[in-house]
């Protein structure tokens, strides 16, 4: 295997962190920003007019749980990774793209998640399509580092496979809710938050690694 110190194009990835914490953290901020308080209307009380608010605060709880995870992990994948190369910093602006495209899906899929109509399926599956591709994005960064040998670790090949199966099987749970859109919205919000609970139990430990 050959050694990442050796290799002269090769990068410390405290940087590429630094700067992947940074847009999470305004990513996760923006969420917020989507929250408004309701308009009463002559006697209008303000709890039921609160309640009414409901699909905003789902799907910007939902968002939040997501982006917070998915930050946990990228953390966790980089207390592994020792250097960074060209083809991860673009993996990981890969990434990025989608963290800072989720605020506005989120917000999209909020203010039609009671819709009836076809509004409703394609919000969902919109909001679903962009989790679908950033859950693709992280699987890509943890395939490129085992492949290019950027992490140490002292796993077989066919625990490098099981680890990769592990990682991505939420992948495909994400794209399914591409389809589910057309079903139900709500059932595809209740779906992406239990992904992202299972995001949340370590999915890319390796053998020799920490976490």
Known sequence: MTNPSEQPDLAETARLEAFSDGVFAIAITLLVLELHAPKLEGGQRLWPALLNEWPQFAAYLASFAILGIMWVNHHSMFRQIQRADRGLMFLNLLLLLWVTLLPFPTSLFAEHLEDKTSNGHVAAAVYSATLTLAAIAFSLIWWYVLRHHLVEHTMSKAEIRKSLVR?????????????????????????????????????????????
């Open 167 to 211: 990682y991505s099987v939420g992948t495909v749970i994400y794209a399914a809710t591409i389809g589910f859109s057309f079903v139900s919205p709500q059932l595809t919000l209740v779906i992406v938050f239990v992904l992202a609970l299972y995001y949340g139990f370590e999915q890319v430990r390796t053998r020799g690694g920490t976490a």
